[in-house]
């Protein structure tokens, strides 16, 4: 069973378009989080959800709306894309807290190429 | 606040040879240390973590690191390479805050393996 599932894997549209990606983690995790990795390998976090709850935005421009309709879903929607958006967008999930400071789980990543 | 600096960029080993991956940390309190690595067009695995228990850590894959507070290092190493260890590593810091964990990736190395 895979941890942490996103979908497409990959994902190429037309600049202006919109167009979503889904997370999903079946590890009863109360946090998740969407990561870009751009063209250099460098992975940036983007959005952190706590049970439902938006906790960390990270100066993402507002054209991205994370989504989430329950802990286990956390959905990427990103308006009016730019040949900028371009890149590897992977969902994680992880414990809220705990005494084991617990790592984070990542998906296979989606390949988001805006032409 | 956190960060973590990966020394170098690539890194080129002979099959069979030991491997060195150098992090460096920059952390206000007692951190959580992690190597993720990440194989071409791949996800990201986690390789090993520090969770302030023992200071030598061993992970999958023959892979181990050393938690050094005084030197606030974190590196990697493998005392024979293997054709398969090629990819990329992450080495990550997290940190708390409104009670759920950030995670902070550094610039990433490349690991090429030669024959």
């Known amino acids: 069973d895979t941890a942490v599932s996103q979908t497409p894997k990959y994902l190429v549209t037309q600049m202006g378009n919109d167009k979503s990606i889904k997370c999903e983690q079946n590890?009863?995790?109360?946090?998740m989080y969407w990561y870009k990795q751009d063209s250099k390998k460098f992975l940036k976090i983007m959005f952190s959800y706590n049970n439902k709850e938006l906790i960390i935005n990270e100066t993402v421009p507002n054209r991205f709306s994370p989504k989430s309709p329950d802990k286990a879903h956390l959905n990427l929607h990103i308006n009016s894309l730019e040949l900028g958006d371009s890149a590897v967008y992977f969902c994680a999930s992880s414990q809220k807290t705990g005494p084991g400071r617990a790592e984070a789980f990542f998906g296979q990543g989606t390949r988001l190429t805006v032409v | 606040a956190q960060s973590v600096t990966q020394l170098d960029s690539h890194v080129s080993v002979s099959e069979g040879t030991p491997v060195l991956l150098r992090c460096n940390y920059s952390s206000s309190y007692s951190p959580s240390l992690f190597w993720y690595v990440q194989h071409p067009n791949k996800g990201l695995q986690l390789l090993l973590k520090y969770t302030s228990a023992a200071t030598l850590v061993k992970g999958i894959n023959g892979f181990e690191a050393e938690f050094k507070k005084s030197e606030t290092s974190f590196h990697l190493t493998k005392p024979s390479a293997h054709m398969s260890d090629a990819a990329e590593y992450f080495c990550v810091v997290s940190m708390v805050g409104s009670g759920t964990y950030k995670y902070i990736f550094g610039t990433g190395t490349r690991l090429k393996v030669l024959a």
């Open positions: 590890l009863g995790h109360d946090t």
